[in-house]
């Protein structure tokens, strides 16, 4: 049976003390009143120690001992943050030990992992959520307020460039950590053209370049175009190789929108609004993301409410992310089985 907190906190164990979590993710506790870290897993026993004295947690032990750790701390949830070929790992555990999961996008590196993921979630009877922190962002969902009203007319183009430099030992440098600009920096722009089309891609194809160094395993750079029905296109690109950037610009028939930076957490995101002529900058106060994220997965665990990006909402990235390393296999444009559109309400 699913464990529920016996106060007002949610309990968390927060699996993996890797660069996220240090500067995101553990910090966002101390920005809501409806979760608390009760437990650390990490394999680094001085990091464990470090970060264990500066939160107040008491319980924390390595990957192996997770079973010990959840039960010794009555552990409510779980925030998975490791590599990404281990999520499917830590939530079945943790499923299996009744706790709610909170995973890291992206997901996991196959389509047969999310799978994997969503079915030991539902056996278990617990919440599965995944950490889309832009879904709780005032900016990003304004952006999808002014789509839905219809301010830029009919969208037709979305375009992007992400990118974020990484460092040769880095785990996103290699291909058994599902490292590569596609898979770890290619969901943020796939999700954001999904929801602010409304739709799901029936097509991909991409192209991609090798990098040098520690980037010679892994796409470092990639570049995307998904099809949608109705004359839509997303095109993007991603880069591991690059200087830190974070943009989007959606085009409709009236007008267009552009947010830059666009994916980040750690500044303020800015709107412009073009309608013929005229063109209108808004600025948005920059909000902890993380806080408000763990505190909507919260909510949904103590109060039943909505619950977020669910599982399927990574599943369905993920898809396309297949798609596109399929194409950079063989050059060739991918069809993607039509499905319903999957979002959650609030993106809808």
Same mark, same amino acid.
């Given at each position: 049976?699913?464990?529920?907190?016996?106060?007002?906190?949610?309990?968390?164990?927060?699996?993996?003390?890797?660069?996220?979590?240090?500067?995101?993710?553990?910090?966002? #506790?101390?920005?809501?009143?409806?979760?608390?870290?009760?437990?650390?897993?990490?394999?680094?026993?001085?990091?464990?120690?470090?970060?264990?004295?500066?939160?107040?947690?008491?319980?924390?032990?390595?990957?192996?001992?997770?079973?010990?750790?959840?039960?010794?701390?009555?552990?409510?949830?779980?925030? =998975?943050?490791?590599?990404?070929?281990?999520?499917?790992?830590?939530?079945?555990?943790?499923?299996?030990?009744?706790?709610?999961?909170?995973?890291?996008?992206?997901?996991?590196?196959?389509?047969?992992?999310?799978?994997?993921?969503?079915?030991?979630?539902?056996?278990?009877? &617990?919440?599965?959520?995944?950490?889309?922190?832009?879904?709780?962002?005032?900016?990003?969902?304004?952006? =999808?307020?002014?789509?839905?009203?219809?301010?830029?007319?009919?969208?037709?183009?979305?375009?992007?460039?992400?990118?974020?430099?990484?460092?040769?030992?880095?785990?996103?440098?290699?291909?058994?950590?599902?490292?590569?600009?596609?898979?770890?920096?290619? &969901?943020?722009?796939?999700?954001?053209?999904?929801?602010? #089309?409304?739709?799901?891609? =029936?097509?991909? #194809?991409?192209?991609?370049?090798?990098?040098?160094?520690?980037?010679?395993?892994?796409?470092?750079?990639?570049?995307?175009?998904?099809?949608?029905?109705?004359?839509?296109?997303?095109?993007?690109?991603?880069?591991?190789?690059?200087?830190?950037?974070?943009?989007?610009?959606?085009?409709?028939?009236?007008?267009?929108?552009?947010?830059?930076?666009?994916?980040?957490?750690?500044?303020?995101?800015?709107?412009?609004?073009?309608?013929?002529?005229?063109? &209108?900058?808004?600025?948005?106060?920059?909000?902890?993301? #993380?806080?408000?994220?763990?505190?909507?997965?919260?909510?949904? =665990?103590?109060?039943?409410?909505?619950?977020?990006?669910?599982?399927?909402?990574?599943?369905?990235?993920?898809?396309?992310?297949?798609?596109?390393?399929?194409?950079?296999?063989?050059?060739?444009?991918?069809?993607?089985?039509?499905?319903?559109? &999957?979002?959650?309400?609030?993106?809808?």
């Amino acid at each position: 049976m699913p464990k529920t907190s016996s106060d007002q906190r949610v309990r968390y164990a927060v699996v993996g003390l890797g660069h996220i979590s240090q500067t995101a993710v553990l910090p966002a #506790f101390e920005q809501t009143n409806d979760a608390e870290i009760c437990a650390l897993v990490s394999r680094d026993e001085a990091k464990r120690n470090r970060l264990a004295q500066r939160y107040g947690v008491d319980v924390t032990g390595t990957s192996e001992e997770l079973e010990r750790v959840l039960r010794e701390s009555r552990a409510d949830a779980v925030y =998975i943050a490791t590599n990404t070929t281990s999520h499917r790992a830590y939530t079945e555990r943790a499923a299996n030990a009744g706790l709610h999961v909170l995973v890291e996008k992206p997901m996991a590196p196959s389509v047969d992992d999310c799978r994997a993921m969503i079915a030991s979630c539902k056996a278990a009877g &617990v919440k599965l959520m995944v950490a889309y922190r832009l879904h709780f962002d005032e900016a990003s969902l304004d952006a =999808i307020t002014i789509v839905r009203a219809g301010q830029i007319g009919v969208p037709r183009l979305f375009m992007s460039v992400l990118s974020s430099p990484v460092q040769d030992a880095d785990a996103r440098t290699q291909r058994r950590f599902a490292g590569g600009a596609a898979h770890d920096l290619g &969901v943020d722009p796939i999700n954001t053209a999904r929801h602010l #089309f409304g739709a799901e891609p =029936i097509a991909a #194809f991409s192209a991609s370049t090798r990098g040098q160094h520690g980037l010679r395993d892994v796409d470092a750079t990639t570049s995307a175009t998904l099809v949608f029905d109705d004359e839509r296109m997303a095109q993007f690109s991603v880069s591991l190789a690059t200087s830190g950037v974070s943009s989007y610009r959606l085009l409709g028939d009236k007008g267009d929108l552009r947010l830059e930076p666009a994916y980040a957490h750690d500044a303020p995101l800015r709107h412009v609004l073009t309608i013929g002529p005229n063109s &209108v900058e808004r600025r948005f106060i920059q909000r902890d993301q #993380f806080a408000a994220q763990i505190r909507a997965f919260s909510r949904a =665990i103590r109060d039943g409410a909505d619950i977020g990006p669910t599982g399927e909402e990574g599943l369905a990235d993920v898809r396309v992310v297949e798609a596109l390393v399929e194409s950079q296999r063989t050059g060739r444009l991918v069809d993607l089985p039509r499905s319903p559109h &999957v979002g959650r309400s609030a993106w809808s």
